[in-house]
Structures are given as C-alpha cells and as structure tokens.
C-alpha cells in the first residue's frame, strides 16, 4: 500500500488499515462531501450517468470476485443480475416487501441462486466453466421468458423506493440510495479481498493444486466466490429495476456479460480500483460516442449518422485489443507504478 | 516505451475529444430549429431494419433543411446507436431527456419501447416506435410507425381465408407463429389469435426460437406434424431468409404457404437468395420491391443522398422517409398553431393527435393517428416472392382491429 516518503506504520492496527493518514481521510471526507452536492450541482444526465456508472461498478466488482480473485471465468453475471431485479421486481409487487428489505434478499436469493452456477467449477474450470456459465444464462433466460412469476415477455413494473411519503422517483433521488451502496460495497469488496477468505481466492487462482496442499477447500472457496459475486450482481440488479422501474427480459443479455469481461481487462484483473478504471473508461468511451457522432457526422456527411453512432462497439473493440496487447495487466498495474513513482518522491530513486 | 506510450494516447485523446467539443456546432444547427432523437440500432439484432430506415428519416429531414425546414425551423436529427441495448438506450434517453429541443422521438426497439415507456408515462412526448398492441390499448404518448403487430396478423387471417377458398379447399385452415422466443415473437397472437379463432381459422401453438437462430429444422418439423396450413413467420430479416432456406430443404414449401411479417425480407435480401424465399408472402405496411425503388420521392432522395442506384434501396429507407414525413407534417401543423418561437413537446403531441388521414406519398397508407388511435396506419399490402422479385397480389388492405379482442 503507498504511503508518502517517511510515512511508517507504527503498529499493527496502522498496518491493516485502508485509510492511513490524515490527508487521506480528509480527501475522503472532502471526496464524500463532493459526492453529496453532486445532485445538486450537476445536470440530470451527470447524475443519471454516475447511478448507471455505479450500478455498473457493483455488479464489476462481483465478477472481479469471482474472476479476478478466485480465477472462476464467469460469463454469468447479466444473468446473474437479472435474477436479482426480477427477484427484488416479485418481493415487492407479489409479496409486499418494501425495497429496504427486498435489495438485500434479492443479493442473497441471487446469492444462493449462483450456487447453482458455481457447482459445475467443481469438476471443470477455465474455457470449459466459462461455457458452462454462458449455458447458465441462457439457461436463467429461459425461465425469465416463460415463468409465470416474472410476468413471462410482458416483464414486471417496479415501484420506485419510499420512505413514509418521500418518493425516491428521480435519477436524483436514487443518486442517495445508489452511490453510498456501492460505496459501502466497495469497501466490503476491499475488506474481504485482504481476508482469510480473500487470500484462499487468490491461492486457488495462482495455483488450486497448491492450495490444496496448503489446507485449502477448493470446492467450499470456489462456490463461496460465487455466491459473493452474485450476491453483488443481485444487488446491482434490484437496483437497476428500482431505477429503470421495469424488469423486462431483453435488458440483461449476454452482450453485457461479455462488457463486464471487458471492463476488467481494461482495468486490470485481481485490483479493486482497477474495476473503476476499468467501469469508468469503457463507460466514458461509450459516452464520448455519444456526444462525438453528431459532429462527425456532421463535419464528414458522406459517413452519415448512423455509421457515426455506430463507431460505439469499434471503439471498445479497438480498446480491448489495445489492452490486451500493450497493458494486459490493465489501468490498475499502471496505476500502481505511477503511484510507486510518487512514494519516492521527491527522490528520483 | 509502455508508460509513454499510455501518456501520448491519453493526451491525444483528450486534446481530439476537447477539440471537438469546442469547435462550433454545423451551420444547420444554427438558428431556429427543433430536434429529433432517433434511439436506433445501428448495430445488433435488428440493424438490418433499423439502419436503413434511420438513414432514411435522416435523409428526409436533410431534405427539408436544405429548403429551409419547416416554415422556417429545421428539424436537426440526431442517431443514436442503442445496440438493442436497453442500458445504453437509457442513459442517450436521459441525456436528452430534458433538452427541451427535442419534440420528438423514436425507438426502433421493442425492448428498449417498454422500458423507456413507464419512464416517460404521463409525459406528453411523442415516441414513434415499433407495432406493439399495448401502445393502442393504452393510449399514451408511444405511437407505433405502422398497423400493430396484431391487426397485421389479423389481416393476414382474412387474407389465408380468401387464399383457402381460392384453393378450393373445405374445412378450417390452420395457421401458427413461427417467430423469435421474445416479448415482440408473441406480440401478434395477443388480440391476433382471438381474431382468427373468431374467423374460424385454427390457431396451432406457437414455435419460437431465440433471435439470432440459423437452424430451424426441428420446429418447422413439428408444424409439419401438427399439420400446419400456413406458417406466419416473425423475426427481423434474415431471420425469414433463415427459415425458408430451412423449409425448401426440408421440402415444406410445396404444401404449407409462408408468410412473412412486416420486417420480411428486403428486395436486396431475396436477391441473394431467389430460390430459398421463392413463393413466400409477405404482409408489408411500406411499400416494397420495384413499387419502391421506383417511388419518385424515394428514387430522387436515395439518389441524391446516398448516390447508388435505386436497386440498392432497402425498402426499409421508405419506411423511415414515411415516419420523416409524419414527423415533418406534425411540426408543420404545430407551428402553424402557435407560431415557431412556441413550438414544443406539448405542441407536437397534439399534432401528431391530428395527422388523420395524412397521405405519404403513397409509402405508407395513410396516417391514422388520432385522439383514439396510436396506429401509424391501418392498411397493409400483401407481396409475393416470385423469380427473385417482390410483387405486389393485393391492394391496400384495411386492417382488422384485433388490439380490442384482446384483455389488457
């Protein structure tokens, strides 16, 4: 962990903490602070963005668990995510929960239900998981389609959270319940990631013969990744059907499984804020298309709109080669030396 | 080299994205002017209908600006691709959600219709979109570009019964839904199914499959068993293209007659493959094949905008320049009403409200959008694939009201 030049670790309770000194607390408090006036400072689009961006990080930090730490390719997750919000979509229109109670029980039923998707990681692993957990989905799709409960093709509408009176019906207002989520679970991430449990994960991807050897459980790990990791998609799944208001069959496919694939490459595969580059700079790229296409197709009009808008998924294309040839250790490796660079500082050496 | 590497490629990066940023906006989008958002898939399942018609609303509008717009206010179209990416269509709704200069949109997706929808209930935002049935039964601001998916369906109903007698059969005709395993692959048989059932005509499960299907065998081999008359296939091209080429190797098309629903085959698409769709019927809102391609309005636009002959035309481009129209007339009348300086969301859902009757040229029958209707139209004309080229059998044909057969 970096700390300034000349800044030491005096005792034990220093040694393990996540916050170490106190200009990092204070850019936290001021960070947290910045975060609160967000809504009122910026546009509805910046908020909008930041509640998609966040969900996005919620559900790319379950995968990074999961693959990233315990070296369990899962191809999963957008099925994964689905059966949190239609899960949380039944608990509050069929059985009246209120979204408070209905989010952390649509992690844990996700939770067990990716149980079901870490059993075959018992017997295969590598490319020949990663099919099986694409079998998964389609497999999750299914039911979505044509299960009674989940409103078949039709979907569910979702109410948006309340408090008493108070109405949680606007990007804003989400914004609140959204951000300190996944800021709450980013540090249960980051916990858990220098655990006991966090260290068997990393064990069981370096080497899982060696693990065993040490002690540790393979199967007990492996299935326990899942179910974190999917307790995480499940939450960001409820989520997205509180924002969007509408759980509907066609918005988790298995494009977005592979997006979530992408974002850890690009932001570096075993690191927590290497999810955050990883959300951040796909998700901006998308953006940028976004606000770019009109001006090219404006200034090169042979190239037309719809090519233009269409320059989307060549670009994330190109950036995940890109990735994956020059910096296959993603943002987070250059991340790491940049701030190895600065520790030293003002010291060349 | 890898650490300068990144450096250099995040400076030019941000210098090329800033400077684009900053640099002005084209001269159309100076002065007076409204907006249309077009949330379409340029990539993904459904770009082989959704891109040609975009380019087509595109090309119609340019158009219009190059004659100075409507009455004065130019109509800026602005292409977004949602990649049948309901995530990504939220998040370019919400960025031009509250731009107040955008009267108008559409979403050439039925997932992306149902989530966008609850999110703008109560809005008075019109959002042209593809043919769902609820849109009818639930009158709102979601105005379908054509006919429902179910009135078309029961149009075809009467057209296989015409079809049986013509043949000289007796007894009830059968009929089943070949189509893709989603909420749009079922649309057609809500409301669809109780009108043909009304009309005696025998209604077999449903075959669905998931999009992006190649083979087809084994349902098409369990309609042949259950004895089926005519297959109603649903699915955007080439998903129709899929199946027949299926179905002439297996030999069905001889005894069973397909049909295809509106997002059949394109004349470009039956070019490549003359043999396969050989025969099949296709029930169509826009006008298809040389009626087309040698449309003057569409020949002249294709022409000067895209530069090609009119044999590379998708007949999807006229559905596109039939929505165009209906927009342009809309904001035409909306001026007129309260002049262009008070031209709004409001303003234009009223007028869209009032297109009644609104002719297209000719490219798509005319509009039927009403205080009680959200139907684009409510005429189809059937084709037939005959020597690798689409022709014209019937008419404009009225559709049947089947939306109102249905329980909502």
Redesign the interface.
Known sequence: MWRPCGTFDENYRKDVAIIRTPLRWGLLVAALVGLFLVPYVC???VV??LN?LSITVIVVLGLQMVTGFCGQVSFGQAAFMAVGAYASAVFCANFGLSFWVAVPLSGFFTGIYGLVGGAPSMRIKGFYLAVATIAIH?VTM?LV?HLEITGK???I?VEPPRIGSFVFDT?ERMFYIIVPLMLLMTYGARNLARTRVGRAFVAVRDNDLAAQVMGINLYYYKLLAFFISCFYAGVAGALWAHL???C????F?L??ALWYIGMLIVGGIGSIPGVFFGVIVIRVL??????????????FPWL??????????SAFGVVLAVFLI??PRGLAH?WE?IKASMRLYPFAH | M??R??GWSVALITVG?LG??L?P??A??QGKEVAFL?L?D??GPVAGLA?PS??GV?DYLKDVNSKGGVQGVKIN?????T??????A???F??Y??DQKVVAMEIVS??LG??L???TRGEKFVCMVPGDGEFQAHIGNFFPWGPTYQDAFAATVDWILEDWKKKGKTGEPSVAVLSW???Y??EMLRGGKEYAEKKGVKVLPSELF?PGSLKHDIYLTRLEKAGVNYVYVGGVDPTQTNVMRDATRLGLTKDIQFISDYWGPSSLGISLHPEALEGMVIVSYFLRGNEAQNHPLLKRLWATYRKEPPEKMNEGYGMGVGTAMTLAAAIGDAIKRVGPDKISRDEVYQSYQKMTGLSRDGILGPCAYSPTSRRGSDVVKFYKVTGGKISPITDWVKTPDAVSLHKW
């Open positions: 546009s509805y689009y909008s963005f998609t389609f299914w389609l093709s039709q979907g509408i990007d969007t208001r509408v509907h069959p066609e918005q496919s494009l977005h998308d953006e940028l298309v976004l606000l770019v296409s009109p001006f090219l197709s404006s200034w037309g709109s719809a090519p233009a808008a269409g320059l989307g998924l020059k910096e250059r030396i | 890898g650490r590497w990144i994205v684009l940023a640099l906006l084209p159309g989008a077009d379409s340029f990539t891109l975009s380019i595109e179209y602005i292409g977004v691709d990649r049948y990416d309901v995530a990504r939220l998040s370019a919400k960025s959600a509250r039925t997932p149902k989530m929808q609850p999110l395993d989603s909420p692959g079922r998931p």
